[in-house]
């Protein structure tokens, strides 16, 4: 089953982040996919492939470099590093991922953190001016 997933998701990642783009994806993703930030939810599937198609044309050219795709049941992580074209920002991307009964991606949170912002974050904790 955690194979059979992982798979599933490289797959899915993989026509995302080709030559398919966001119509290619659409048949991996179950009808009531919801997609998690911390700044928003997509409630639908139709919400979230409209975000997507909107972000896209700035992020057209955007190098991604996979570094980790683990699997535990019904859930793929997969971590990856993304660098806009022309020098611009690269950030670091979570995306933890849960595949429903269904066989399809039923859900999935995403975290991105500026790859240059990192130290700032490292001790997120401590008041500000200490």
């Not at 992020?59 to 535990?72: F, I, K, P, Q, S």
């Not at 849960?98 to 240059?116: H, K, N, S």
Request: proline share 5%.
């Amino acid at each position: 089953m955690t194979g059979d997933n992982k798979d599933l998701v490289q797959r899915a990642l993989a026509e995302l982040i080709g030559a398919g783009g966001v119509d290619a994806i659409e048949p991996y993703l179950s009808d009531d996919f919801v997609h998690h930030r911390p700044d928003s939810t997509s409630s639908t599937k139709e919400e979230w492939l409209a975000a997507v198609r909107a972000a896209l044309g700035p992020l057209a050219g955007m190098r991604v470099d996979v570094r980790h795709v683990l699997g535990d049941g019904d859930h793929v992580v997969v971590h990856s590093q993304r660098r806009l074209p022309g020098g611009g920002p690269e950030i670091a991307v979570v995306d933890i991922l849960r595949v429903g009964e269904d066989g399809l991606i039923a859900e999935a949170w995403e975290i991105i953190e500026p790859v240059d912002q990192a130290a700032a974050n490292l001790r997120w904790w401590e008041p500000a001016g200490r």
